[in-house]
Structure formats: structure tokens, C-alpha cells
């Protein structure tokens, strides 16, 4: 980082390793922070009246009927289905917590009193099972898991539905769903205690979500140790021992099964101070996001990890990169940057949210459930009624919750992490930050400062890795001369007056990336953009495009194209085979013998068929 003062003077700023909190970056309350106009508050505001089109009570349908309740709604279907043993987990989980986020990030007040409803109709239905248990399905389906019959993931739903009304409680004050999460709870910290540790971890291996994580905000919520407690029987040491010795064991496992344990573990060191879980989470994000992921910032074939290490050659299908796992590793990257302040992490936040979240809803505000990276398949969504997948809900959230890694701050210091037109009013200190930007249309961002006083702190700016030595700052029109290198902070520490601006300029770069395991197969990147090729129209509507059941693929799915070649060579300039047509349009064509193809980035990928890798044609010549 580099850190520019009112002097002339330049100071290596250091980062403080030590464990005391204040060293932490903090985030903003949500509702100190909204999104300006641009295309994040358009793709808020779909998903937003998406979820206004879901009746509550459809969604308590299946707790009423559970709880002995009457009802005469038309329950929803897929995941959602009376059949279902995933049953609940959107409609009292991830339906609540994406009500309150968008509460809170846009003061939606119709979601919030939609969300009060819903959490009114659980409690009622808690109270008539008298034991604190609250689901969708009934308790005998733990008892399947405790016996090892046939079950599909009870404590996953469990878990999603806790989450939901914590998010209610600490988004929008809602404290009787406060009260229903600790009823939860406790039945769930009972269950489990009744049990030896050799059947309690059998359990285990049956998915649990992110039970560790939600009991340890929970216990963070309420200061009560018991729920420290409740979370360390969720958790497996074969699974995090090889992890805490830096060991690559993942091949084989269910991707977004694992995620969550993790982001279970970094809010066990936040909450409790022991480092063990810090190195654990820090291990498992660096080994995945370098070893085991897509250049879209996302992994998984299948919903697993199928391969070795850095060893993706062949896995290219309809099955990557499960949505999911792209919101669970963003929720982790949050995290740890917290504890780093290393750019890295926020890079990758935004090769993900760029990549891999930004363009999987539709119109309708329906979300994908894979990622289709083998060449010639497109996007596809769920249906209104039928679908309810876990990318669903998480996709739910994440629409509703773009403003909440913006910004950052220690203690007086504000980070500005993701160039996205927004506001951050500082309450407490009468300090407003409004960015203004285009980007990735524009390249970099104008900040202007609303002060109620003349206030001196230290604003400091991410410098993307992605960008080149051309990057400039300019305040008031002047030019800084100080420039940090990319892949770390610019940090301006001066008094700021009401009326100063900041104009960031961050130039973007063409480059290529290899698959790992397979240097002749490449993707083209631009800032932090991976580009893909149009191959023509995809299906326009029917069920290769909107998947009318529970299913997740498209039935009679085709065969995938052959990857496009292109005249690149291995470990080559991604310039040698494309060209920028319109930066500001972000328009680009790519050379591949006598074929030429149209770029764009992925996120503007609608209804076309596309191509994220290429093959490079000296490659084939070889063979």
C-alpha cells in the first residue's frame, strides 16, 4: 500500500498483524450504503419484485401442515414441494434473508413487513411443537439421519431457515425472530448432545450447511457461550485437520457441502480469537481460488471437486461451477480480507461478482443453477413456482446485497474496494462518500466528499492488479504523483474539505489465462472481465431455457461444441488474437484462422451461445 500525505512525503503503510480487534477492517451497516443508478440497482430491483411475487402464505404452507396448522394454500413446487425433503429451506430461510437484506440496502419497507409476516406465521408454528423445533418437514426426518436411513439434508434446511431469521432480527429489528432462531437452537445443541461422538460425526457426513457458522452468530448475538458449544458438534476434524496442516484432501468432495464449514470456521476465529480456524479458512480459500477455479472466479464439475489440484483438463460441461459456491467463496473472501487487508481477496470478490453473479438473473429476476463453460451451451433459469433451488435463494440474497462489500473502514480510515455507483453516508461522523462511475464502461471512478466539517482521515483506494502503471488519482483536478502498484492500496491522508474530489483512474488490459492442467486451452480476460465469445442464438424460451421442475439440467440436453480455436500461443499475449473494437462498449473480436468472433464480457451474455476458453491453434498443430 502505498499512502500519499498533504506533503510531498511519501509512508510505507504496514499492515498490523497483531490480534487486536482494532487492527480489523469493519464493515458499513448495510443501510448507510446505497446503490447509485447503474445496472447493480437495476438487477436489485428485478430481484426485488421477484420476491414480492411470492405469496407468504404459499411459503408457510408446509410449516402450518407440519405444525397441525390448517391450510388452504397452493403450496409452491420443486425444492419447495410438500414432498420435498429440502422443503423450507428458501421459503423460511433464504426468502427471509434476502427480505431483510433488501430492507436494509434499499429500505424496501414492503419485503420487511413481508418478512415480519413470515416470521410471524414460524413462530406460530414453533409454539405448537413446544420443543423449539421449527421446519418445513417433520422431526422424523433427523431421526432417519441419526439411524443412517435415506435422507437428504435435514440441518442444511435447519440451518437456512436460522440464518433467515437471524438476517430478520439483525436487519430489521424483528426481535421475535430473535427469539424463534433460539429456540432452534437449543433443539438443535440437544439433538446432537444426545449422541456419541462416532455417530455424531456418521451424521456429519450427511450435508449440514452452514450449522456451525449460524450457532456462532447466534452465540456473537445473544453472548451466550452454550452456542460456542451447540457449533463445535458440527464440526469434522477428518475434514478440517488436513486443511489446518495445509493439506489438499478436497478431491472427491461435494464443493458447496464444504464452503460453508469454512465460512463456519472463520467466524469461529472472529468470535473466539482462536487462530487455528483463521489458518484454516486462510489455507482453504488460497488452495481453491488458485488450484481448483475457473477463470469466472467459481469451481466445481458436477457440484464436486473431481480432480487433483491444479487439475481441470477435461472438466469443461454444463455442470460447473454450481452458483452457490461462487456466493458462499465471496462470503469467505469478505472475511478474510477483514482480517488482511490484502487486495487479493477483493480482487477476487470482484472477478466472482463481475463474472459469476452479475448476469445469472434474467429479466424475471429467475436465477441459473449451473455454469455452463464447455463452448456452445448458454445460460438457463429456474421457473417462478417450480424450481426453489439452493441457487435460488443465494442468488436472492446476493441481488439484494451488492452495497455491503464496498466499502470498509478502520476505525477512522474508509476503504473503497468495488467501483460501483453508490453512497456511503457515514452517520456518526457526518461524512458522505458518493461514487459515480460506468464502470467496468468507464474505466475507474469519480468520488466526491459531502463533509459537515473539515475532517482529516485517510481514504484509501484499492488499486486493482488487473490495472496498469497508467493508473492516475487526481483531487480538485490536481494530480497526485503518488501511486501505489496494482494489486495493493493508494492511501490519501489529508484533511478533506466539503466538495473534494477524487477522480481514480484505472486503465484495463487485455490478457489470457490458462485452464489449470492445461496451458493450451485459454480464456480471455480484460480488467476484471472474462470475455466470451458469441456463438450464436441460444434457445429462446421452452425448457432448454427456463427448467419448469426441480431438475437442474436441461432434459435432452446436446453434446457441447469443440472449443474454438484461436492463432494464440501457449503463454502468449492474449493480444495476438484479440482485438478491442470499443472499450467503452466493451466490445472485442477474437481471430481463430479464417473464423472471427464476436467478445463480450460474461456478464452481458444474455441470449447467446457462448465460448469462456478457447483453443489454441499451435496446440492442435502439434497434435
Excluded at 476465529?269 to 475457473?294: H, P, Q
Excluded at 488519482?473 to 501505489?484: K, S, V
Excluded at 431455457?545 to 437442474?552: F, N, W
Aim: aromatic share 10%.
Amino acid at each position: 500500500m502505498c499512502l500519499a500525505s498533504s506533503s510531498p512525503a511519501l509512508h510505507a503503510w504496514i499492515h498490523d498483524e497483531s490480534e487486536d480487534s482494532s487492527s480489523r477492517m469493519e464493515t458499513f451497516p448495510l443501510h448507510w450504503v446505497r446503490l447509485g443508478p447503474g445496472i447493480f440497482q437495476e438487477q436489485e430491483k428485478i430481484n426485488a419484485q421477484y420476491l414480492d411475487s411470492l405469496s407468504v402464505d404459499r411459503l408457510l404452507h408446509s410449516f402450518r401442515i407440519t405444525a397441525g396448522f390448517a391450510s388452504t394454500a397452493t403450496p409452491y413446487k420443486g425444492w419447495e414441494d410438500p414432498t420435498c425433503e429440502l422443503r423450507g429451506h428458501f421459503a423460511g430461510g433464504h426468502f427471509l434473508s434476502a427480505a431483510a437484506l433488501s430492507y436494509a440496502s434499499s429500505g424496501n419497507s414492503a419485503l420487511k413487513n413481508r418478512g415480519d409476516e413470515l416470521v410471524a406465521g414460524l413462530a406460530a408454528c414453533q409454539q405448537r411443537s413446544g420443543t423449539g423445533y421449527l421446519s418445513a418437514f417433520p422431526p422424523v426426518l433427523f431421526e432417519h439421519l441419526a439411524q443412517g436411513k435415506p435422507v437428504w439434508a435435514p440441518f442444511y434446511t435447519y440451518h437456512k431457515i436460522m440464518a433467515g431469521l437471524l438476517d430478520m432480527y439483525q436487519h430489521t429489528s424483528n426481535s421475535d425472530a430473535l427469539k424463534v432462531a433460539e429456540g432452534m437452537g437449543q433443539w438443535a445443541q440437544e439433538f446432537m448432545a444426545d449422541f456419541s461422538t462416532d455417530q455424531r460425526l456418521r451424521m456429519l457426513r450427511t450435508e449440514y450447511g452452514g450449522m456451525n457458522e449460524v450457532l456462532v452468530n447466534l452465540a456473537a448475538v445473544t453472548n451466550k457461550d452454550r452456542y460456542i458449544a451447540a457449533a463445535h458438534l458440527f464440526e469434522q476434524p477428518g475434514f478440517l485437520d488436513p486443511l489446518a496442516a495445509r493439506r489438499d484432501e478436497l478431491q472427491g468432495l461435494h464443493a458447496n457441502t464444504n464452503v460453508p464449514k469454512i465460512i463456519g470456521a472463520a467466524r469461529m476465529y472472529e468470535v473466539t480469537g482462536d487462530r487455528r480456524y483463521r489458518e484454516i479458512a486462510e489455507y482453504f480459500l488460497a488452495e481453491v481460488l488458485v488450484a481448483r477455479s475457473y477463470a469466472i472466479g467459481n469451481t466445481s464439475l458436477n457440484e464436486h471437486w473431481t480432480t487433483p489440484a491444479n487439475e481441470l483438463k477435461g472438466t469443461l460441461a454444463w455442470t460447473n461451477a454450481e452458483c452457490c459456491v461462487a456466493y458462499n467463496l465471496m462470503k469467505l473472501e469478505r472475511h478474510i480480507f477483514r482480517w488482511t487487508a490484502d487486495t487479493r481477496w477483493m480482487d477476487a470478490y470482484e472477478r466472482t461478482l463481475f463474472n459469476c453473479r452479475l448476469g445469472t438473473q434474467n429479466d424475471q429476476g429467475l436465477k441459473q443453477y449451473f455454469f455452463p463453460l464447455a463452448a456452445g451451451y448458454w445460460r438457463s433459469y429456474g421457473s417462478p413456482e417450480e424450481s426453489f433451488w439452493c441457487c435460488t435463494g443465494t442468488g436472492a440474497e446476493e441481488f439484494a446485497k451488492f452495497a455491503d462489500t464496498i466499502y470498509f473502514r478502520r476505525n477512522q480510515d474508509v476503504f473503497v474496494n468495488q467501483f460501483l455507483a453508490s453512497t456511503l453516508d457515514w452517520k456518526d461522523e457526518g461524512f458522505v462518500l458518493q461514487q459515480s462511475t460506468a464502470f467496468p464502461e468507464e474505466q475507474g471512478t469519480t468520488l466526491r466528499i459531502k463533509t459537515t466539517r473539515p475532517v482529516l482521515r485517510a481514504i484509501h483506494l484499492r488499486i486493482p492488479s488487473w490495472t496498469t502503471e497508467e493508473a492516475q488519482l487526481t483531487i480538485n483536478g490536481a494530480r497526485i504523483e503518488a501511486m501505489a502498484d496494482p494489486g495493493s492500496y493508494l492511501s490519501i491522508r489529508r484533511v478533506w474539505q466539503d466538495g473534494d474530489t477524487l477522480r481514480l483512474t484505472l486503465p484495463m488490459k487485455l490478457r489470457q489465462e490458462p485452464l489449470p492442467g492445461d496451458d493450451s486451452i485459454v480464456a480471455a480476460v480484460y480488467g476484471p472481465m472474462v470475455l466470451a465469445g458469441d456463438l450464436g442464438a441460444a434457445p429462446i424460451d421452452g425448457p432448454m431455457r427456463v427448467i419448469h421442475s426441480g431438475d437442474t439440467v436441461p432434459k435432452n440436453l446436446p453434446h457441447a461444441d469443440s472449443l474454438p480455436s484461436v492463432a494464440a500461443a501457449q503463454g502468449g499475449d492474449a493480444t495476438q488474437w484479440v482485438q478491442i473494437e470499443s472499450p467503452s462498449e466493451l466490445h472485442f473480436t477474437a481471430s481463430g484462422g479464417s473464423a472471427r468472433y464476436n467478445l463480450i464480457p460474461m456478464y452481458k451474455v444474455r441470449d447467446q451461445r457462448y465460448s469462456v476458453y478457447w483453443q489454441t491453434q499451435h496446440s492442435m498443430q502439434r497434435e
